[in-house]
């Protein structure tokens, strides 16, 4: 009979708790079956010597939660109601293998993509602006937020979207989001439906073609070339695409930028076919020669490009913060979804994002950083040209926070991608970024945490082993 034993004192669980867990297991597993008998309270307390009201306390969580049943004078039974435990099977085959998450939430691995230079971040001044968001913060940041986003930061983001990227919009027609992705489920619950055919730069963001694709949407690839994404091609290929997803600034993962011809092309064929365009202002920022290229956005006069950007990469990825700036015939209807789909950033973290652009924290940080990535890119880039200048050739773009090393002939970017967290390396495989066939081999590097001459060599050194 369960619990004739007596509790282990030292068990951090309080006796009572010991009592219920080792009668409730006895019923589950079938040692004690439906309409069996237990002890009566004063006899198991007698029994284990435990006070009355321990052994009580244990038998009120079992009638509780309707393991036991009371019968007056005829005592307590298994309630008789319970269905008999099941047998027990092995497992004919093995568990399956775990799924590999892309963000593990541990210290990043040198040249990972996408990651800013964290050592760099104004942790101080952040800091300080955090801590006053938490003692400043009233009756707002206690209740559920506005599904807008918080409204100074939607200020100053309208103000700074109007400065520097050219888009002249309302704080109104701003949205804040948790993440990129956030944005892309937003857009997608408001303007698209299952089945709907979109153009899709190939090669192009991996991350956003899986999370279309599983919204039931029929992904058409359209290739890239020196010029950005070949509309000639899309409209060939899918003429009557509901959408187009683009990166025109600073291409993923080529680093092209979209012409301008090509630009007034996408945007007459979306006026014409009343589709969307949805542009990620991917790395803009971060220009090495010459100024920022204006957004897409920035010419759209019919209100058919839906534009999103993060501060993942300008700051610190860790915040989740994003944004999208739709049209202002749409806001009504993207208000009503963001409402019903709760997506919410902390408040805490909007006000301070927003605090830190407003006294000028932001401004200087994204000059320091252009300044810094320059020469952590050089620093890469004459390590692996010294080290492999015949096994791979290096295609430096004006702008973006990773390089791109096309491989000679006879090297496999998966195999040595897949190798790489074994030297301690964080590559990405350019194929692993097509949809159609891979056109070319190469390998993805974020230099943004490259601190030094030393770190760079001792990089090129172990890429050169996993070339060999």
């Not at 010597?49 to 009638?63: D, M, S």
């Given at each position: 009979?369960?619990?004739?034993?007596?509790?282990?004192?030292?068990?951090?669980?309080?006796?009572?708790?010991?009592?219920?867990?080792?009668?409730?297991?006895?019923?589950?597993?079938?040692?004690?079956?439906p309409?069996?008998?237990v002890?009566?309270?004063?006899?198991?307390?007698?029994?284990?010597?435990?006070?009355?009201?321990?052994v009580?306390?244990?038998?009120?969580?079992?009638i509780?939660?309707?393991?036991?049943?009371?019968?007056?004078?005829?005592?307590?039974?298994?309630?008789?109601?319970?269905?008999?435990?099941?047998?027990?099977?092995?497992?004919?085959?093995?568990?399956?293998?775990?799924?590999?998450?892309?963000?593990?939430?541990?210290?990043?691995?040198?040249?990972?993509?996408?990651?800013?230079a964290?050592?760099?971040?104004?942790?101080?001044?952040?800091?300080r602006?955090?801590?006053?968001?938490?003692?400043?913060?009233?009756?707002?940041?206690?209740?559920?937020?506005?599904?807008?986003g918080?409204?100074?930061?939607?200020?100053?983001?309208?103000?700074?979207?109007?400065?520097?990227?050219?888009?002249?919009?309302?704080?109104?027609?701003?949205?804040?989001?948790?993440?990129?992705?956030?944005?892309?489920?937003?857009?997608?619950?408001?303007?698209?439906?299952?089945?709907?055919?979109?153009?899709?730069?190939?090669?192009?963001?991996f991350?956003?073609?899986?999370?279309?694709?599983?919204?039931?949407?029929?992904?058409?690839?359209?290739?890239?070339?020196?010029?950005?994404?070949?509309?000639?091609?899309?409209?060939?290929?899918?003429?009557?695409?509901?959408?187009?997803?683009?990166?025109?600034?600073?291409?993923?993962?080529?680093?092209?930028?979209?012409?301008?011809?090509r630009?007034?092309?996408?945007?007459?064929?979306?006026?014409?076919?009343?589709?969307?365009?949805?542009?990620?202002?991917?790395?803009?920022?971060?220009?090495?020669?010459?100024?920022?290229?204006?957004?897409?956005?920035?010419?759209?006069?019919?209100?058919?490009?839906?534009?999103?950007?993060?501060?993942?990469?300008?700051?610190?990825?860790?915040?989740?913060?994003?944004?999208?700036?739709?049209?202002?015939?749409?806001?009504?209807?993207?208000?009503?979804?963001?409402?019903?789909?709760?997506?919410?950033?902390?408040?805490?973290?909007?006000?301070?994002?927003?605090?830190?652009?407003?006294?000028?924290?932001?401004?200087?940080?994204?000059?320091?950083?252009?300044?810094?990535?320059?020469?952590?890119?050089?620093?890469?880039?004459?390590?692996?040209?010294?080290?492999?200048?015949?096994?791979?050739h290096?295609?430096?773009?004006?702008?973006?926070?990773?390089?791109?090393?096309?491989?000679?002939?006879?090297?496999?970017?998966?195999?040595?991608?897949?190798?790489?967290?074994?030297?301690?390396?964080?590559?990405?495989?350019?194929?692993?970024?097509?949809?159609?066939?891979?056109?070319?081999?190469?390998?993805?590097?974020?230099?943004?945490?490259?601190?030094?001459?030393?770190?760079?060599?001792?990089?090129?050194?172990?890429?050169?082993?996993?070339?060999?």
């Amino acid at each position: 009979m369960p619990g004739r034993e007596m509790p282990d004192r030292a068990n951090t669980l309080p006796v009572f708790r010991q009592l219920y867990v080792r009668y409730r297991d006895a019923i589950s597993t079938g040692q004690l079956k439906p309409g069996d008998r237990v002890p009566s309270v004063r006899a198991l307390a007698s029994e284990l010597n435990l006070a009355r009201g321990t052994v009580e306390a244990a038998y009120q969580l079992l009638i509780g939660e309707g393991y036991l049943e009371t019968r007056g004078p005829a005592g307590t039974i298994v309630c008789p109601q319970l269905s008999p435990a099941p047998p027990s099977i092995n497992p004919a085959s093995p568990a399956p293998t775990a799924y590999e998450v892309i963000h593990t939430g541990r210290a990043p691995l040198p040249l990972q993509m996408g990651l800013p230079a964290l050592d760099a971040f104004p942790r101080k001044t952040w800091t300080r602006i955090a801590s006053r968001a938490i003692q400043q913060g009233g009756l707002d940041g206690m209740i559920y937020p506005n599904p807008h986003g918080d409204e100074a930061l939607r200020i100053e983001l309208a103000r700074y979207l109007a400065i520097s990227r050219g888009i002249a919009c309302t704080p109104d027609q701003v949205f804040i989001c948790a993440g990129y992705r956030a944005c892309l489920e937003l857009i997608s619950r408001c303007v698209l439906k299952a089945g709907d055919r979109g153009w899709f730069e190939d090669p192009g963001y991996f991350l956003a073609r899986r999370f279309l694709e599983e919204a039931n949407t029929q992904l058409v690839p359209v290739p890239v070339d020196e010029q950005g994404l070949r509309v000639d091609i899309g409209i060939e290929r899918a003429p009557d695409a509901r959408f187009a997803v683009v990166t025109p600034s600073h291409q993923s993962p080529l680093g092209v930028s979209l012409s301008l011809p090509r630009r007034q092309a996408l945007l007459a064929w979306a006026n014409e076919q009343r589709s969307w365009i949805i542009e990620d202002d991917y790395d803009s920022e971060y220009r090495y020669i010459g100024r920022p290229l204006p957004a897409l956005k920035s010419l759209d006069t019919q209100g058919r490009v839906l534009y999103t950007g993060s501060f993942s990469k300008v700051l610190i990825p860790g915040l989740r913060l994003a944004y999208l700036v739709v049209p202002n015939e749409q806001v009504a209807q993207f208000v009503r979804m963001a409402d019903t789909l709760h997506n919410h950033c902390p408040q805490l973290l909007q006000r301070a994002t927003a605090t830190f652009i407003e006294e000028g924290h932001f401004a200087r940080h994204l000059k320091k950083m252009r300044s810094l990535y320059a020469h952590r890119r050089a620093l890469l880039c004459e390590a692996l040209t010294a080290r492999l200048g015949e096994r791979m050739h290096l295609e430096l773009r004006a702008g973006g926070m990773h390089v791109l090393a096309c491989l000679a002939d006879g090297l496999d970017d998966r195999a040595i991608a897949a190798r790489a967290p074994r030297a301690g390396l964080a590559l990405q495989a350019l194929s692993d970024w097509y949809r159609d066939v891979p056109v070319r081999q190469g390998l993805l590097m974020g230099f943004t945490n490259v601190n030094d001459a030393d770190s760079a060599a001792d990089i090129a050194e172990r890429i050169a082993g996993l070339l060999d």
